[in-house]
């Protein structure tokens, strides 16, 4: 019985004292961190240009100085049904965030691109440097009216 417990208690002091090996990771080794970004810290590197009007029908938007809380809603609401698989209020995705999007955008612009993604895509730098930063993701023209352009320019404004 002394023969044993000595036997363990000598095992257990040499398991104890054993070298530690360190394993050698050698290859690929990837570390993925997100990165999101607000709309007002748009990073992508396409120049902030109020003056650009883009190329359509719209050539001026006049905002009342209080928000139209009705045509806000319509906005949300159609913002919700058509522009949401692209774009987040807050955070990039296919295409940009729409947060603060009047700080790098006219509002005349962003009717434009709502009303016809297809001309300005082909003639406005702004629309074609957006493509070339969002990995040529193209904005789907979504045959809305100017009405419907209108309020979502007004709910964009609520963000």
Known sequence: MKKVLMLAILGTFVLACGEKKEENKQGFEMNRTKKTTT???????????LDNKGIGPITKVTFDDEINA????????????????????????????????????????????ILNPDGMLREDPIAKALLKEYNNAIMLN????????RALAEYLRTL
């Not at 007002?40 to 120049?47: D, H, K, N, Y």
């Not at 295409?95 to 691109?113: D, H, I, K, L, T």
Request: net charge negative; proline share 5%.
């Open 39 to 49: 709309a007002v810290a748009e990073s992508e590197g396409v120049p902030v240009d």
């Open 70 to 113: 009705e045509m806000a809603s319509r906005g949300e609401a159609k913002f919700k049904t058509i522009c949401v698989a692209c774009h987040m209020v807050d955070q990039r995705m296919i295409g940009p965030a729409m947060a603060g999007v009047y700080e790098r955008r006219s509002p005349e612009w962003v009717m434009n691109m």
């Open 142 to 149: 979504q045959n809305l009216s100017e009405e419907d352009a």
